[in-house]
């Protein structure tokens, strides 16, 4: 045997085995993007959301000066 079908027999080798991890870990892994109770959590983050910017609202002072006033 040559050294060019060792290497076609090597390459084949390692693609069979890449092919074959690439297989388990599809197969394995189980992919959710959507729950069941997407609205719900859809509203809870919402809510999170709607907190954040009122705490920002509320930590961020406005200062505007009115003729003989500084009004916050």
Request: proline share 1%; net charge positive; with cysteine.
């Amino acid at each position: 045997m040559n050294w060019g079908k060792k290497l076609l027999i090597s390459y084949v080798i390692f693609c069979s085995l890449l092919s074959l991890s690439v297989y388990r870990l599809v197969k394995e892994t189980k992919v959710n993007l959507v729950s069941r109770q997407y609205r719900q959590e859809e509203k809870n983050y919402q809510q999170v959301i709607e907190a954040r910017q009122r705490a920002a609202d509320i930590s961020a002072f406005r200062v505007k000066k009115v003729d003989p006033f500084i009004v916050l």
